[in-house]
């Protein structure tokens, strides 16, 4: 395992941050941290990252203890938090060339390849402080991918983004763990931004984990009925056909709860023989289904 985290606690002063977190990350994974504000997220990326040590527990990163290895660990990993770090006074260009020499990493060809991937090439000349929040955040990217980290720490890396600087950040982010093997801890309240890069959730509440796994595996843990949206030519009345209960949308959308996903393949087979079906959906297994299920599920 590349992270293992064990038994981890923390408090500060007489408030529980986290109590008895254990998990693991493997080499390559990115592992998206949700939960609620509070629930302990930005506690778990400061503790690996060697800023704060913890109560109890035990922390590994490859070979490295967080606790006696901080500076090691920094200077393998990139960050982003909601600060990032960024001098103000000076320009993007000027940013990235300090914290290059700082991460004895000074590649002027890769500053300037980086900042034309995250579209901040023509502004690298203006002063930080001009820079529009979206803009801060994504020179905040290309300061933490500078000497080519090993580990990523996200924090909302994409508070502040438009649409198109998501799709930037989001698809970088993919690219990073596919291609370069990064390994990435991603914490960000946009759920359906996270279904696009994310191998595995962590799920947090007041400070312990409810849930991990992957998309499909917490699916079958807690997904019970399927309800599956399908633009078909249907004009049956009434409120179930072939013995599974519907609804209708609009005159060409139809919305069907169905037992489970195998009974997908009857219901269309049965609508193909009688009318068209243009597109079938599954509106309940999104990540956001499974956030709010998991979270039901803990307080049952």
């Given at each position: 395992?590349?992270?293992?985290?064990?038994e981890?606690?923390?408090?500060?002063?007489?408030?529980?941050v986290?109590?008895?977190?254990?998990f693991?990350?493997?080499?390559?994974?990115?592992?998206?941290?949700?939960g609620?504000?509070?629930?302990?997220?930005?506690?778990?990326?400061?503790?690996?990252?060697?800023?704060?040590?913890?109560?109890?527990?035990?922390?590994?990163?490859?070979?490295?203890?967080?606790v006696?290895?901080?500076?090691?660990?920094r200077?393998?990993?990139?960050?982003?938090t909601?600060?990032?770090?960024?001098?103000?006074?000076?320009s993007g260009?000027e940013?990235?060339?300090?914290?290059?020499?700082?991460?004895?990493?000074?590649?002027?060809?890769?500053?300037?390849?980086?900042?034309?991937e995250?579209?901040?090439?023509m502004?690298?000349?203006?002063?930080?402080?001009?820079?529009?929040t979206?803009?801060?955040?994504?020179?905040?990217m290309?300061?933490?991918l500078?000497?080519?980290?090993?580990?990523?720490?996200?924090?909302?890396?994409?508070?502040g983004?438009?649409?198109?600087g998501?799709?930037?950040?989001?698809?970088?982010i993919?690219?990073?763990?596919?291609?370069?093997?990064?390994?990435?801890?991603?914490?960000?309240?946009?759920l359906?931004?996270?279904e696009?890069?994310?191998?595995?959730?962590?799920?947090?509440?007041?400070?312990?984990?409810?849930?991990?796994?992957?998309?499909?595996?917490?699916?079958?843990?807690?997904?019970?009925?399927?309800?599956?949206?399908?633009?078909?030519?249907?004009?049956v009345?009434?409120?179930?056909?072939?013995?599974?209960?519907f609804?209708?949308?609009?005159?060409?959308?139809?919305r069907?709860?169905?037992?489970?996903?195998?009974?997908?393949?009857?219901l269309?087979?049965?609508?193909?023989?009688?009318?068209?079906?243009h597109?079938v959906?599954?509106?309940?297994?999104?990540?956001?289904?499974?956030?709010?299920?998991?979270?039901?599920?803990?307080?049952?």
């Amino acid at each position: 395992m590349f992270i293992e985290v064990s038994e981890l606690r923390k408090s500060f002063e007489k408030q529980l941050v986290l109590e008895n977190v254990s998990f693991h990350v493997q080499q390559g994974e990115t592992v998206g941290l949700l939960g609620p504000n509070g629930s302990g997220k930005t506690t778990i990326i400061r503790l690996l990252n060697g800023v704060i040590d913890p109560d109890g527990g035990e922390m590994r990163i490859g070979e490295w203890n967080p606790v006696e290895n901080g500076h090691d660990i920094r200077r393998m990993s990139g960050i982003l938090t909601e600060g990032a770090g960024l001098y103000y006074e000076l320009s993007g260009l000027e940013n990235l060339l300090f914290f290059a020499k700082l991460y004895r990493s000074y590649e002027v060809k890769r500053i300037q390849q980086l900042l034309e991937e995250f579209q901040l090439d023509m502004h690298q000349h203006k002063k930080v402080g001009t820079y529009s929040t979206g803009m801060k955040r994504r020179l905040g990217m290309i300061k933490a991918l500078l000497h080519r980290p090993s580990l990523l720490f996200l924090d909302e890396p994409t508070n502040g983004l438009d649409p198109e600087g998501i799709h930037l950040v989001m698809r970088y982010i993919k690219k990073l763990s596919e291609q370069e093997g990064t390994t990435v801890l991603l914490c960000s309240h946009i759920l359906h931004q996270m279904e696009t890069v994310c191998d595995t959730y962590l799920f947090l509440e007041k400070g312990r984990i409810l849930e991990r796994g992957t998309k499909e595996e917490l699916e079958e843990r807690y997904i019970r009925n399927v309800v599956l949206k399908v633009e078909t030519g249907l004009s049956v009345q009434g409120t179930q056909y072939a013995g599974y209960p519907f609804e209708r949308i609009d005159e060409r959308r139809v919305r069907f709860r169905l037992p489970h996903k195998n009974a997908i393949t009857n219901l269309i087979q049965a609508l193909s023989q009688e009318t068209w079906v243009h597109h079938v959906e599954i509106e309940n297994r999104d990540l956001e289904s499974l956030y709010f299920a998991i979270r039901g599920n803990s307080y049952e």
